[in-house]
């Protein structure tokens, strides 16, 4: 019989002995003493010298002896672990119910999470185009279904407001009101005049050719109304006001105080989004026609270059407008600025743990804000002319 054997030392510090039935084949492993962390860990050379000594003709098993621990902590563990992972790869099986009951579930749990017991993954090829045509597949169903979780919180975040149950502070109302109204005038009045000088030029260029030049007001007028008014508008709230939302509550997630919240039982969603929503959605019809006044300001300075007076401008504007061109792009800016404010929430709220997530959230917040936009934009025009409007 093979007998490696060390005793215990006299400041009871772990050791092990192991045997090896001639008769069986049977390895036995016994631990005894003190097995302590603190101590370290201790290596399996003597049972990788009982098992080299073993001959081919027997069938050998693993068994363990526990009956001379002192105490022990998870260096035990860590050491019957190796025991029987040394075994594994010489095909020797393992008797764990030669363990204590205590050890045992430790053992049992320890192997449950050994990557003998998970499944391999199979790494698929990248550049293969059904690969690819899956992947993109699948992100564009996860998406779509991230996007509708989140619109549906925020449609039942508005149900509970109409009740008077949401919980949020009236006064961020007003600090958004501000941050997203009258702190926007200056580069939307800057980009509308511009905006409006373009469309001048452009209708001066053709219709100037058969000596139509005070039609180019009524083309300013219609064009600036219906869409160059609230689709400039909507963009610049895009890049200035979504993505600073994106960033604001981005970081919040980054530092986990949306986290603190849920765990103070208030809902984040009341709390930060509608607040920033409600804002820009009261903001966009005020700010459009902020704009659509620039544009036909930037418009008549170009036309009175062209020999038409003011009274002339004003008089073609007024013959021209009507309820419809000037409520069209009024009724669109409440839905834009919805918009906008909630793909820059929504990407706040998904963003990620890091800086760098944050300014992905900023930059997509935008990106996003703008496909809305424009989407919606085309979906007015073909219900617009369906109904004559």
């Known amino acids: ?72 902590d998870s260096a035990l563990i860590c050491f ?109 009045a800057l980009i509308s005049f511009i905006t409006g000088m373009i469309l001048a030029y452009i209708g001066a260029m053709q219709l100037g050719q058969f000596g139509a030049i005070i039609y180019v007001v009524s083309l300013i007028a219609i064009a600036m109304y219906r869409e160059m008014g609230v689709i400039m508008t909507s963009v610049i709230m895009c890049g200035r006001t979504g993505s600073a939302f994106a960033a604001q509550i981005g970081s919040m997630q980054a530092s986990e105080e949306i986290s603190a919240l849920r765990v103070l039982g208030i809902n984040p969603v009341e709390y930060l989004v509608l607040p920033r929503m409600i804002a820009l959605t009261l903001m966009m019809p005020i700010l459009t026609f902020y704009s659509n006044a620039f544009g036909l300001a930037g418009g008549f300075a170009v036309v009175s270059t062209m020999g038409v007076t003011f009274e002339q401008f004003w008089h073609q504007t007024v013959i021209t407008m009507n309820l419809e061109h000037l409520f069209s792009g009024l009724i669109k800016s409440v839905f834009f600025g919805w918009l906008v404010a909630w793909a820059g929430c929504y990407r706040g709220m998904t963003a990620g743990k890091s800086s760098l997530d944050v300014g992905a959230a900023a930059t997509s917040a935008a990106v996003l804000g703008i496909t809305l936009i424009v989407i919606g934009d085309g979906i007015f025009a073909v219900v617009f002319n369906i109904l004559g409007f």
């Open 1 to 72: 019989m093979f007998d490696s054997r060390k005793k215990s030392s006299p400041d009871g510090k772990n050791a092990v002995s192991v045997e090896c039935e001639d008769a069986t084949g049977t390895l036995k492993v016994c631990p005894f003493g003190v097995w302590s962390i603190a101590q370290g860990l201790r290596g399996t050379q003597d049972l990788e010298t009982a098992v080299s000594a073993l001959s081919a003709t027997e069938s050998p098993r693993l068994t363990f002896d526990c009956s001379g621990l002192s105490a022990y």
């Open 80 to 188: 019957l672990l190796k025991c029987i992972y040394l075994c594994r790869e010489k095909k020797i099986p393992a008797d764990l119910n030669s363990l204590p009951e205590d050890i045992r579930r430790l053992t049992e749990l320890a192997l449950s999470a050994t990557p003998e017991q998970a499944v391999s993954k199979v790494v698929p090829d990248s550049s293969d185009i059904f690969y690819r045509i899956g992947n993109g597949v699948t992100r564009i169903i996860r998406d779509a279904k991230s996007y509708l979780g989140f619109l549906g919180e925020t449609v039942c975040a508005f149900f509970r407001l109409f009740r008077g149950k949401a919980r949020y502070r009236k006064r961020d109302i007003l600090y958004f009101i501000q941050n997203c109204g009258f702190e926007a005038l200056p580069i939307i």
